[in-house]
Nanobody, 124 residues
Framework: QVQLVESGGGLVQAGGSLRLSCAASGRTFSNYAMGWFRQAPGKEREFVATITRSNSNTYYADSVKGRFTISRDNAKNTVYLQMNSLKPEDTAIYYC?????????????????WGQGTQVTVSS
């Protein structure tokens, strides 16, 4: 089992920045590919970004490319999502997810473990 706890969400004005963190415990963090997803009210959970367990490859949704950056610190068992130039449409609950595999993954069903989420609200 892997336990994931997100933090760093909050209220920010459009154009602002936030950094989300996801702390993992329970298993060897460096064995897991990590992803960030988000879910806005009335919408399905959607992919945001993913990173391989070796920190060598990343992949982003088109809607956040160039504004968001995913990174990880395997020594701290933490994955981050730096969010810049935030827009009101980025408002959602943000979730991190983990899968014990070497590649990166974009589908909700690819992941085995999920955090409880952190709320991000961007005001216009």
């Amino acid at each position: 089992q892997v336990q994931l706890v997100e933090s760093g969400g909050g209220l920010v004005q459009a154009g602002g920045s936030l950094r989300l963190s996801c702390a993992a415990s329970g298993r060897t963090f460096s064995n897991y590919a990590m992803g960030w997803f988000r879910q806005a009210p009335g919408k399905e959970r959607e992919f945001v970004a993913t990173i391989t367990r070796s920190n060598s490859n990343t992949y982003y949704a088109d809607s956040v490319k160039g504004r968001f950056t995913i990174s990880r610190d395997n020594a701290k068992n933490t994955v981050y999502l730096q969010m810049n130039s935030l827009k009101p449409e980025d408002t959602a609950i943000y979730y991190c997810a983990a899968r014990a595999a070497p590649s990166y993954y974009r589908a909700y069903g690819d992941y085995d473990y999920w955090g409880q989420g952190t709320q991000v609200t961007v005001s216009s």
